[in-house]
Every structure is written in C-alpha cells, then in structure tokens.
C-alpha cells in the first residue's frame, strides 16, 4: 500500500508541475508575441509613427522606441520581481500579463502621426515603457515559477520550456506579421493592416488568467516563506545578480539581433521580400522552439556548463562567415539555412539557460534578484540591439559590422560562464 500510495502522490506532485509550466508557457507566449510584434512590422511603423525624409532616420526612430522598451525592464525587474518574493510568484505573473496585453492592444489602436502628430510617437512610446516594465518581472517570476516545480533531475528540461515560450511568442508573432503581410497587399498593410497582429494579443487573455489562478504556488516558495535568509546572504545577492548579468548578454544580445531584427535585415540588405524575410525568420524561430527542450534535456544528463560554452565559442568563431554566407546572394535558401543554424547556436544557451541562471540565486530572493541581473543585461545589451545593428551598418557602410556586437557580446558571457560553478546536480538553494 505505501508503494502505491508513493507512486500516486508521485504522480499527482508531476501533473501538478506539469500544470504549473502549461500556465506559465501560456502567459509567456501570449507576452512574447506581445512585445516582439513590433519588430515585426517596424518598418511599417515606421512610416506611421515617425514623420521623417530620410527611410533610415525613421527606422532609427522606430528601434529606438523598441529599445526605450527595455530601458525600464529592471525597475520592472525590481519592483515585480520583489513582488514575486513578498506576495508569491502568482501575483507578479497575473500583474504583467495585463500590464503587456494593455501596451499591446493600445498599440494597436493608436492614432498615427498623419492624424496627431508628435502625441502619436510618443503614446506609442508609453505603450512601450508599460510593455517594458511587464517585461522586466514576467522573465524572472515565471522562470522561478517553473524551474521551482521542477524535479531536481529534470530542472533543465522544465526550466527550457521558459525559453521555449519565450521563442514560441517571437514565433507566433513572426507567423502572424507574415500572415497578414500574405494575405493583405502591401497599401492595406500600411493603411490599416498593421493593427491587426497587436489588437490579436488581447485574444489570450482569458486563457492565460484562468490557467495562472488555478495553479498552487511552487513547493520551493512556500518552504522558503518558513525561513529567514541571513542578512549576509541577502548582501551577497548583489555579486550574484551581477554574474546573471554578465551570463545574460550573449543570451540577450542574440536573441534580439538574429530573431527580432533579421527580418529587417534580411530585407535590407539580403534582397528578400518583406513577406519572404518573415517566413524566413518563422522558420528559424520552429527550428528553436522544438531545439530548446532538447538542449534542456541534454543539460540535466551532461550538465549546463558544456552547452553554455559551446554557444559562446560557436557565437564568437561561426558568426561572421555565417553573415557573410547570408551576404552572399544565394537568396532564400541561404537565408533560411543561416537562421536555421543560429537558431541551434542560440538552443545551446536557452536550453540549459533558465536552470542555470536560477540556479545561481536563493529561492528566498530568486525573483528579484534574477530578474535584476538579467532584465539589466536586456536593457543595456538586447534592447537596443536592433538600433545599435542598424547605427553600426549605417555609420561603417558595412552589413556585416553588427557580427563585432555578437562576437564581443559572446566573449564577455564566456569569461562570466567560466567562473560558474556547475549546479545541473545540485539541490536548489
């Protein structure tokens, strides 16, 4: 009988964090197509948003409200990450998912600069800065959230999920930009078809509420609530964030280049339609979703360390002849191989990634100070990615000037990784 009784309670403790992760890969999606739909569709907005001559200057002006996005992730980072450590993991979530379906429905209801002028950019700034903020507390509450239901030998595998949905929200807004750009002519697009992709994330809501208020809080936080964490520990959570940052930056860095930009880039400067470059990027982005949950997997059998350094090694030897391939003028095909290995470079470090930066952190003061180091990193690294690729092309004439960003961004996270101690086998803290 108590054999059975194990084995039930056993099975019942792995449907229970089987629901756990569904709920927070749902809010996850549904906040990730939220925030990345824009970069989708920038240089339409472009045109809607930023009255300017000059092509460049306005797609300049476009990134950097993408970038202002990020600019407020770690106050979000602080103030709901701290939330996440004083009210419970469930209450930071259900805040930022209506703070990010907020920003992005209003975005798809904002007047354009041909009909307010200078009050069009700057609500659309505003909706930003709200998306931004979400953004900041949704990473670190629902990875804690996650990577604290998982079993001890399979934290890599749950935790990739995090990163999973993370893709999987790039993926459907990817997916929904090249839908509508398919079936809409191009001046239906400019004139009203752009609205469509952002008034389509408030569609999730309901789901994503119904799934998060039926979930307990994870084990591991309750437990902790019991405790009091020495005040010397709560000091050196200071030095733990600050390596979270540095691990980020490759991660981050990537990220926002090869799957937030490449489609702009690819239609500027590999001749593929703007259609074409967002099916292209659809299809790197499938090859990364089904990619993490593998590399997660493999990191709880061979541990984080090996896949994390492989990813920067790969980043910092395969990018620039990976660029000048997708330079080469081999069209379509070249284009989508390109993404197709990168997206398995990037796999690499999403996979183990949401484990091992949890892993660094207390469950007591996981939240804040995760959310700290990484939505840190975000915004000085990640956030203005896209701006920084389209400066560095148009200040150097060169399409391949923004493969120094990764190559830098990829050394900086290897010396940090380095001195990390591998924690695949390890209780959580």
Request: net charge neutral; proline share 4%.
């Amino acid at each position: 009988m108590s054999g059975r009784s194990n084995t039930a309670a056993g099975a019942a403790d792995n449907l229970t964090a089987g629901k756990a992760v569904g709920a927070a890969v749902v809010g996850n999606v549904l906040e990730w197509y939220d925030f990345s739909v824009y970069a989708y569709l920038a240089t339409i907005l472009s045109q809607q948003f930023f009255h300017s001559e000059n092509p460049t200057s306005a797609l300049l002006a476009t990134f950097a409200a993408f970038g202002i996005g990020f600019v407020v992730r770690p106050l979000g980072g602080i103030v709901i990450g701290r939330m996440g450590d004083t009210h419970g993991r469930k209450a930071a979530l259900l805040l930022t998912i209506f703070m990010m379906a907020f920003g992005t429905v209003a975005i798809g209801l904002l007047p354009t600069y041909e009909t307010i002028g200078i009050l069009s950019p700057i609500l659309l700034v505003a909706c930003r800065l709200a998306q931004g903020f979400a953004a900041g507390g949704e990473w670190g509450g629902s990875t804690a959230f996650i990577v604290e239901w998982a079993p001890k030998n399979r934290r890599g595998f749950f935790g990739s999920f995090q990163q999973a949905s993370v893709a999987g929200g790039l993926l459907l807004g990817s997916a929904i930009a090249a839908l509508c750009s398919t079936l809409f002519s191009a001046e239906t697009m400019e004139a009203w078809g752009w609205r469509i992709p952002f008034l389509l994330g408030g569609l999730l809501i309901p789901l994503g509420i119904y799934m998060r208020r039926n979930i307990d809080e994870t084990p591991a936080y309750r437990e902790a609530q019991a405790e009091t964490a020495p005040a010397a520990q709560q000091e050196g959570n200071w030095t733990l964030a600050g390596r979270a940052f540095g691990f980020t930056i490759l991660w981050t860095v990537s990220y926002y280049v090869m799957l937030n930009y490449m489609p702009t880039f690819t239609q500027q400067h590999a001749g593929l339609s703007r259609t074409a470059a967002l099916w292209s990027n659809t299809l790197g982005l499938v090859v990364l979703v089904v990619a993490v949950p593998l590399m997660g997997l493999l990191s709880d059998r061979i541990g984080r360390k090996p896949l994390l350094l492989g990813c920067c090694i790969a980043f910092i030897l395969l990018t620039y002849p990976l660029f000048m391939l997708l330079l080469s003028g081999g069209g379509l095909g070249t284009v989508i191989l390109v993404q197709i290995i990168f997206a398995v470079m990037i796999a690499a470090f999403s996979g183990p990634g949401p484990a091992a930066i949890s892993e660094i952190f207390p469950t007591a003061s996981r939240s804040t100070y995760m959310s700290t180091g990484y939505s840190l990193a975000v915004a000085v690294f990640g956030g203005f990615a896209p701006y920084i690729a389209t400066w560095l092309i148009a200040t150097t004439g060169s399409p391949l000037s923004p493969t120094y960003y990764l190559i830098g961004a990829a050394i900086l996270s290897t010396l940090v990784i380095l001195r990390l101690r591998e924690t695949a086998h390890s209780d959580l803290r």
